[in-house]
Each structure stands twice: as C-alpha cells, then as structure tokens.
C-alpha cells in the first residue's frame, strides 16, 4: 500500500514539474501570438482575396485566444493550497498572481475588444507581459537556479534569493500570496458575473 501511494505521489509531482516546466514556453508563445497583430494585420493588407485574408485571420485569432486560455488552464493548478504550499515541490512563489494577472487579461478581451480599440490593446499587452513576468522570473531564478546556489554564488553572492522565489521555501509569503490571489479569482468571476447579466438584460430590453 505504500509503495502505490509513493507511485501515485511520485506521478503527481512528476505531473506538476512538468507543467511548470512547460508553461514558460507557453507565456512565450502567448507573447509572441499577441504581439504578432500588427505584422498579422499588414500582411493580411496585402492579400487580394477576401476568403483567404477570413480563414488566416480567424486562424490567427483562435491560436492566440487558445494558447491564452491553455496556459490559463495549466496555470490554475497553482491555485490548490496542497499543490502550490508543498514543500516537496518548487513552484514559483508568485504563479498564483500570475494566472490572476492572465484572468484580468482575458476579462478585458471578453468585456472589450482588444482587435479594433488600441487602449484595450494596450491594457492587454500590459496585463500579458506582466503576467509572464510574474511566472518566468521566480521559475527560472528560483525554481532552476535552486540547484545551481553552490555553484552560482562561486559567481556572485545571491544569499537566500533562489529560495524566497520558491512556494515552499517561503511560507510567510505564499500563504498571503495564495489568499490573495484566490480573492481576485473570486472578486472578478463576480465582476464578469454582473457584466454577463447587464449585457443579457440589455439584449433581452432591444430584442422587447
């Protein structure tokens, strides 16, 4: 019976490891997809049929909203206390608010349209690159550099730095940064809750 609990905790960590590992590739390639708009729209300029210009731009929108959502979804798994607070494993200790700062991204774009208002473009691009701040700079300072301590401070003294980036190492900080960060999930899904009803009731109203 131990030995299949060690296996099924084994694959769990292996599991979320592995997806800390991948989500900085997909923040890249969510930066790169989004701010790929305005070379998308200047070649989009230059196709003289009106079909093939729909089918590119609505394959463009759906990779970049996808990819968005995706790494939303993988980002979320930081959000359960047993996951993101154990000291088994080494997450970046601000992934919660980074997957905060990428819902607050995806509520502009449902609530605005981020593809025709430059100021809704602008607040995107900003929530996106602060967002893959908040996850890249603890992953790889923390998380990766926390094996490397011994040979990084033959270089330069980085004192406690790799272990205050990780989750588990600094529990005075992850636990404010968890409650935090699950009260902005709470506080927004109440925002989008209300903006959803005004904009049905608003319909309902045109369509009487």
Not at 2 to 14: E, S
Not at 152 to 171: D, E, K, Y
Request: aromatic share 12%; glycine share 6%.
């Amino acid at each position: 019976m131990n030995d299949q609990q060690a296996l099924v905790q084994g694959t769990q960590y292996w599991l979320i490891l592995s997806v800390a590992a991948v989500l900085p590739i997909l923040w890249a390639f969510t930066l790169s997809l989004h701010f790929a708009r305005p070379y998308i729209v200047r070649y989009l300029q230059t196709l003289t049929l009106r079909f093939g210009g729909d089918v590119w731009w609505l394959s463009y929108v759906l990779m970049r909203d996808g990819l968005m959502v995706v790494t939303l979804a993988l980002s979320a798994i930081f959000l359960f206390p047993n996951l993101y607070l154990s000291p088994d494993l080494g997450v970046p200790i601000t992934a919660p608010l980074a997957a905060l700062v990428l819902f607050w991204a995806l509520l502009f774009k449902v609530t605005g349209d981020s593809d025709d208002n430059p100021t809704t473009y602008r607040i995107v691009s900003i929530l996106l690159v602060v967002a893959s701040m908040l996850y890249i700079i603890p992953q790889i300072y923390g998380v990766e550099a926390g094996d490397q301590v011994d040979s990084l401070n033959a270089i330069a003294n980085l004192g406690g730095i790799p272990g205050a980036l990780v989750s588990g190492s600094n529990m005075d900080v992850s636990y404010p940064i968890l409650n935090l960060s699950l009260l902005g999930f709470a506080a927004t899904g109440a925002v989008m809750f209300v903006w959803f009803m005004r904009q049905t009731k608003f319909e309902a109203a045109e369509i009487a």
